[in-house]
């Protein structure tokens, strides 16, 4: 790292085909955006789940969105995807051991969420 006028300067770097900066750049480019995070939140009972099933839990995402994001989850390893060869077809996922790994990261945004959800609404009382 070089150092100049107080900055400091991160060189570029390579993990998994991402390039990053710094490692929250990384880990943001991994389980980052509206609906990765709200992904491994369903799964993190450890139970399997289908994909109807998480699609039930998230009802603003489309299949389409669903699909691509559980793929990417796939591909950096956060989860399985266990397909039964039957039919009608049945597919589940759950988190990998990589996954879990991520949930105390995830319950930690969850109580920030509740403390400023707390926060706005007793700033809406006050602006009263």
């Known amino acids: 790292m070089v150092e100049a006028l107080g900055q ?9 085909g991402k390039q990053y900066f710094c490692s929250v750049e990384l880990a ?11 992904i491994l939140w369903h799964l993190r ?5 289908r994909f109807g099933e998480l699609k ?18 796939e591909a950096d390893g956060l989860v399985e995807r266990q397909v039964y060869a ?9 988190l990998t051991e990589l996954g879990h790994s991520v949930l105390p990261v995830l319950d930690q945004l969850s109580r920030w969420g509740t403390l400023f959800e707390a926060g706005q609404s007793d700033r809406a009382e006050a602006q009263a």
């Open 8 to 16: 400091t300067e991160c060189p570029q770097r390579c993990c998994a």
């Open 28 to 38: 943001l480019q991994v389980i980052g955006g509206k609906w990765k995070p709200i």
């Open 45 to 49: 009972a450890g139970d399997r789940r």
């Open 56 to 73: 039930r839990h998230m009802p603003n995402v489309t299949q389409k969105m669903l699909t691509q994001q559980l793929r990417e989850l």
């Open 86 to 94: 039957q039919i009608p077809p049945k597919v589940e996922y759950a």
